[in-house]
């Protein structure tokens, strides 16, 4: 069965680098996101994109945080000077799409776990 | 805006017993409900989902699903649970007609069965 998969599985960064998270989508998938979830809390929305372009983007979703599809087969998270609060599980998912691309459920990946110190 | 709620942080249960997750939601119109299921190291799994027609929806792994709109919920259960269905699970929202297809999760319930 098609999976999403994200490397690194763990990734420790210091205050202030750059990180970049990498996803895989599944291959006949167009609709790509990236969910968040701190610790304890609920998962988070960041952002989703279609067509090459951001569709939806939270308000968690700042100038610190950027998406690329540099190729046909990877999706990427880039977080350009990390935080303390950046820390937390990050997920990929992808979606299907078509006539009412909404019906279609997301397929999430395993997760990268971002530690920043 | 779209909200989910999960009031139970975790429920437990006997091996065999029914098994009842619930949440209800807020959306602006129609939604769409999804249920999830998270196992330890792993990503978020879907179960099952609730588009249109049917207000009793069936998923993987013998899961089922009721949309009640009225009491605007999507209570998930299991006639029969098995300590494999131990896990965290997740409640979704999507509002129709909404542009980037963005989930709102509720907060997640454990669930515990025992042998």
């Known amino acids: 069965e098609p999976e999403v998969t994200q490397t690194p599985s763990h990734q420790v960064t210091q205050m202030g680098q750059e990180v970049i998270l990498r996803c895989v989508p599944i291959s006949n998938h167009l609709y790509f996101y990236w969910y968040r979830q701190i610790l304890g809390q609920k998962v988070e929305f960041l952002v989703s994109f279609y067509n090459n372009e951001i569709s939806e983007k939270s308000e968690i979703f700042d100038d610190q945080f950027s998406v690329e599809r540099p190729d046909g087969s990877n999706f990427t998270l880039k977080i350009r000077s990390t935080k303390l609060e950046d820390s937390a599980m990050y997920f990929c998912?992808?979606?299907?799409?078509?006539?009412?691309?909404?019906?279609?459920?997301?397929?999430f990946g395993p997760g990268t776990r971002l530690t920043v110190t | 805006a779209q909200s989910v709620a999960q009031p139970e942080d975790q429920v437990n249960v006997a091996e065999g017993n029914p098994l009842t997750v619930k949440c209800t939601y807020s959306?602006?119109?129609?939604?769409?409900l999804f249920w999830y299921v998270q196992y330890p190291n792993r990503g978020l799994q879907f179960l099952l989902k609730?588009?249109?027609?049917?207000?009793l929806v069936k998923g993987s792994y013998g899961f089922e699903a009721e949309f009640n709109k009225s009491q605007t919920s999507f209570h998930l259960k299991k006639p029969s649970a098995l300590v494999s269905d131990s896990a965290l699970y997740f409640c979704a929202v999507r509002q129709l007609k909404a542009a980037g297809n963005k989930l709102t999760f509720g907060g997640g319930t454990r669930v515990l069965v025992k042998p």
């Open positions: 959306v602006s119109g129609n939604p769409y």
């Open positions: 609730y588009i249109t027609g049917d207000n």
């Open positions: 998912a992808s979606s299907g799409a078509g006539p009412e691309d909404g019906r279609w459920e997301q397929y």
